[in-house]
């Protein structure tokens, strides 16, 4: 009853919930894994600069071509940015899961994937860089400034005041994963860098029972793979069947609002055994000293099942707005 209450609250509220089993789940961990692109920051990112800076018409074109069906921040900014130029018709382009896309467009070979550029280089540690590459020569970069997510910061002190080990995943480099964690408030140790969509995966695996959060869009394996998996964006079909919650209108202050309700719900279960537990032993001992006659015993026993799914109705209702 405190699992369905639960789980009706929380449509109410806009979360969509696999199953009320996760409420219990939820109970259960103690580390909080946050993937950074699109999660931790914002969704929407500032094209900079490009080096050349002059990249040809066509190319540009080319490029959104590429990206016109994607909803990649990096896509959708480009688009944005470049919104003047034409759109080439490019049928078939291929993901390459955690590093770019590539596609095969008359004749030649076109690559936008993570950059390679010198890590050490002060000067790109604070942008995303992308590799736009013409039959594997690399012809121009790309990059892009990316936002944090207003409330990020807050979220994750709180999970720190509760005990909670926090842990940020990240394809980028390095310096500029350490940068934005150092923004955040998130200890440098519990930073890993450099991962791609399997190494997330594996991660996830060994820090299991997590709560991942992540996004639907390039996070699929690990929501999959993750004790307890939290989405906030994606496309709803494919995001549902991977996420165990997913909140797609909601910020990263609705994982504590998610957590709360389920520590509500695991106390209200809490306080009914106990009562269960103590009124059935005295019940119990009562009936066998003989101070409770069966005809008292036939009231008693249902009396307290009322009792119980009272309190259930009540306590919910009264703490979950």
């Given at each position: ?104 467009y008359e004749g030649q070979h ?61 394809g980028d480099k390095r310096p ?106 005295v019940g119990g001992i009562m ?35």
């Open positions: 009853l405190a699992h369905n209450i639960g789980l009706r609250k929380a449509i109410q509220k806009g979360f969509f919930i696999k199953s009320e089993v996760v409420f219990e789940k939820l109970t259960q961990i103690s580390k909080i894994i946050f993937d950074k692109t699109g999660t931790l920051t914002s969704t929407q990112l500032r094209l900079v600069k490009t080096f050349p800076a002059d990249i040809s018409d066509e190319h540009k074109s080319i490029i959104l071509g590429m990206e016109k069906s994607s909803m990649h921040p990096i896509a959708l900014s480009l688009k944005k940015s470049w919104m003047a130029y034409d759109i080439k018709n490019i049928p078939q382009v291929h993901e390459i899961t955690g590093e770019g896309i590539e596609a095969h076109y690559q936008m994937m993570k950059s390679k550029l010198d890590q050490n280089d002060h000067v790109y540690q604070n942008t995303i860089q992308v590799d736009f590459s013409v039959d594997d020569k690399r012809t121009a970069y790309l990059f892009f400034e990316e936002e944090l997510q207003p409330e990020a910061k807050s979220v994750i002190k709180e999970f720190y005041n509760r005990k909670f080990d926090v842990m940020m995943l990240s500029r994963a350490i940068e934005v964690a150092k923004q955040l408030g998130i200890r440098p140790t519990f930073v890993f860098s450099e991962q791609s969509a399997e190494s997330k995966k594996m991660m996830i695996q060994q820090q299991n029972p997590c709560l991942f959060v992540g996004d639907g869009l390039n996070d699929l394996l690990g929501l999959h793979e993750a004790h307890v998996s939290y989405a906030i964006k994606g496309a709803f079909e494919s995001t549902l069947q991977v996420s165990d919650v997913y909140a797609p209108q909601k910020d990263l202050n609705s994982i504590l609002e998610i957590v709360d309700l389920s520590q509500e719900i695991h106390k209200t279960t809490q306080v009914n055994l106990l009562f269960a537990v103590f009124y059935n032993s009936a066998l000293s003989g101070l409770i006659n069966p005809l008292m015993a036939a009231v008693l026993m249902p009396a307290s099942s009322f009792l119980i799914t009272a309190h259930t109705i009540f306590r919910l209702n009264r703490r979950i707005k």
